[in-house]
């Protein structure tokens, strides 16, 4: 595993909260269950496992299921992400290095530029890397052999991935999210892990506003567990659990600041919508991609905006969550 020197404390913490073996992954059956297969029989036959690919919201449990595989594969794993491969010379020195079996990860693979993408194509199929060496007439294609390995991708955005690059893996996956009581027993080994005391009803509480998402879970708890010791005993109790989340701004549903804003702009400054994404970012003067992959997707799936052709509108549960009665919508 490669360790980033810049790793915060949430980071390290994270990594200890992280399952060690398959039997702690809680959560994402189907997935486990064909992962598994793929992963026996390509033990059975002493070669590396097909390609993977990994898609769904951040925070889900990617990477968690990429490093599960690597260790029960018995072999080690290279992180890098799609940003961090500029050049192809970075490309080229990440899979030159590596060896027999490992896995390489590659995070927010669809972030690859298109040049890095197209040397990768050889590197996935035949174990190939053609480097071109020289400039003008002098230039010539150096063929270098590589180990045979396996690349787990992941991405929140799978409709942004070349289809070249999607039908190299040879199984796609994707990860959903996880119900409140899948996350109800996330909180409940966390809790544990990190020697904090629990009541049942605060889980629930907890569980109830995670985004049904693995990583904000255990970071609510870790907050949660600072304000259970500043303010009281250590014991995170349900009336603790509930000022605290008071404290932090999060609403019954989970809804951060964040997202009532994106609700309320699509109110109040277009009418409840449709608006283009173009024009809510710019209104919210947020990044495009920051909506589309922090916040959307749990508004989604919610049920609180609906995508259509000409754009984002809001739901009348929406307008019943915000208390905003239909009629006064209107500025
Ligand atoms: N921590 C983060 N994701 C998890 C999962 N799926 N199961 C258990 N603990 C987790």
């Known amino acids: 595993m490669i360790v980033k020197p810049n790793t915060s404390e949430d980071e390290v913490l994270d990594n200890t909260l992280r399952p060690q073996k398959w039997e702690e992954y809680i959560g994402q059956e189907q997935v486990k269950r064909n992962v598994k297969v793929i992963i026996e029989a390509a033990k059975q036959r002493n070669e590396p496992p097909e390609h993977l690919l990994f898609y769904g919201s951040s925070g889900l449990g990617k990477t968690t299921l990429a490093y599960l595989i690597a260790k029960e594969l018995n072999v080690e794993m290279k992180i890098t992400s799609g940003p961090a491969i500029e050049r192809p010379g970075d490309l080229a020195a990440i899979l030159t290095n590596l060896k027999e079996g490992q896995i390489l990860f590659i995070d927010e693979i669809h972030r690859l530029n298109r040049t890095c993408e197209e040397l990768i194509y050889p590197a996935l199929e035949d174990y190939k890397l053609n480097i071109i060496v020289g400039k003008g007439p002098m230039a010539r294609t150096l063929e270098i052999k590589l180990p045979k390995f396996t690349l787990i991708g992941a991405t929140t ?3 942004q991935l070349t289809s070249p690059l999607r039908n190299r893996f040879g199984a796609i996956f994707q990860l959903k999210f996880y119900t409140v009581e899948e996350i109800g027993q996330i909180i409940e080994r966390s809790a544990k892990i990190l020697n904090v ?13 995670s985004r049904f998402t693995p990583r904000i879970a255990n970071r609510l708890l870790k907050r949660i567990r600072d304000f259970a010791q500043v303010e009281s005993d250590g014991i995170i109790t349900q009336e603790i659990a509930e000022k ?6 999060i609403d019954e549903l989970g809804l951060e600041p964040a997202d009532r804003k994106i609700l309320e702009t699509i109110i109040y400054k277009f009418d409840g919508g449709p608006v283009g994404i173009q024009a809510l970012a710019a209104s919210l003067s947020e990044e495009v991609n920051n909506i589309l992959e922090v916040y959307e997707p749990y508004l989604l799936q919610l049920g609180l905006i609906k995508r259509t052709p000409k754009g984002r509108v809001v739901t009348e549960a929406a307008l019943k969550h915000l208390k905003i009665k239909p009629k006064n919508r209107l500025l």
């Open 244 to 249: 605290a989340l008071e404290a932090l701004e």
């Open 197 to 209: 005391e629990i009541e049942k009803e605060a889980i629930e509480t907890i569980a109830q506003r």
């Open 157 to 159: 955005r799978i409709a």
